[in-house]
């Protein structure tokens, strides 16, 4: 994603920002929990994995992505562009 500072971005690359780091963000979230889901089936299943970890481990980055995404919507409010 990109990490220049929101107050040096225009309005346009606010929206697009938001709206991409949004998707990727969903999509990655969709995807820990089909993970977490896997694992949890897998662990029934066969017994302990390693792939329960997974999910876990990548979180924080869904979490990083939706605090961007809650500055961008600040910056914007500030512009009075939401």
Avoid: C, D
Wanted: overall charge positive.
């Amino acid at each position: 994603m990109n990490n220049r500072p929101l107050n040096g971005m225009t309005i346009e690359e606010l929206h697009n920002n938001r709206k991409n780091t949004l998707v990727v963000t969903w999509m990655l979230t969709i995807m820990l929990f089909i993970l977490l889901g896997m694992g949890i089936y897998t662990s029934i299943a066969k017994g302990f994995s390693a792939l329960m970890a997974i999910p876990f481990a990548l979180s924080p980055i869904a979490i990083l992505n939706f605090k961007r995404i809650k500055e961008i919507n600040e910056e914007l409010k500030i512009r009075g562009a939401q």
